[in-house]
T-cell receptor
């Protein structure tokens, strides 16, 4: 069965600095998708970035980028120039058919 | 506007009193799903549906029922709620997994359920 692991329950970053959130997953499939979702205090789930497993190029969305290592089954999220509005719970998710979520990392941004 | 709606947003009820949380999407998505979110456990899938009249259990289906009679609606039913079902519930929808076309999941705003 597929699993998604986020080993950092909580992270802190200074405003304007860079932070990396870790995610590893376990699968025997070759085709799948990976996502990072952000959940601010409003509780709304917001898609941050997505990655297709067949693409070698790492996805980038403005200040957000991923380091996708397919062989290592690793999918980390890098947030550059951190802003106060980035403070939230971040969930890593895997999709092959259904979706599987990690347990989340709470990111605090310090002014 | 493309969206997933859930009702109610907040609900306090008592043990054993049947309740239904509605979910509706306007994006013509085939795939719909229910999750519960608990501290330290992330989002866990309760039930999902690949299309009308096709539903299947997720990781934590005990105590829940669903139905998919129409493509846009996917209600979650708690026949006899218990305090351990106190949680934050999310409905979500997406297009099916196709292998090459990335299809994100769209989430509803969440329903905070408290069972006393």
């Amino acid at each position: 069965a597929q699993t998604v692991t986020q080993s950092q329950p909580e992270m802190s970053v200074q405003e304007a600095e860079t932070v990396t959130l870790s995610c590893t997953y376990d699968t025997s499939e070759s085709d799948y998708y990976l996502f990072w979702y952000k959940q601010p205090p409003s509780r709304q789930m917001i898609l941050v970035i997505r990655q297709e497993a067949y693409k070698q190029q790492n996805a980038t969305e403005n200040r957000f980028s991923v380091n996708f290592q397919k062989a290592a089954k690793s999918f980390s999220l890098k947030i550059s120039d951190s802003q106060l509005g980035d403070a939230a719970m971040y969930f890593c998710a895997y999709r092959r058919g259904g979706y599987i979520f990690g347990t989340g990392t709470r990111l605090k941004v310090l002014a | 506007e493309a969206q997933v709606t859930q009702n109610p947003r907040y609900l306090i009820t008592v043990t054993g009193k049947k309740l239904t949380v509605t979910c509706s999407q306007n994006m013509n998505h085939e795939y719909m799903s229910w999750y519960r979110q608990d501290p330290g456990l992330g989002l866990r899938q309760i039930y999902y549906s690949m299309n009308v009249e096709v539903t299947d259990k997720g990781d934590v289906p005990e105590g829940y029922k669903v139905s998919r009679k129409e493509k846009r609606n996917f209600p979650l039913i708690l026949e006899s709620p218990s305090p351990n079902q106190t949680s934050l519930y999310f409905c979500a929808s997406s297009t099916p997994f196709t292998g090459r076309l990335v299809n994100e999941q769209f989430f509803g705003p969440g329903t905070r359920l408290t069972v006393l």
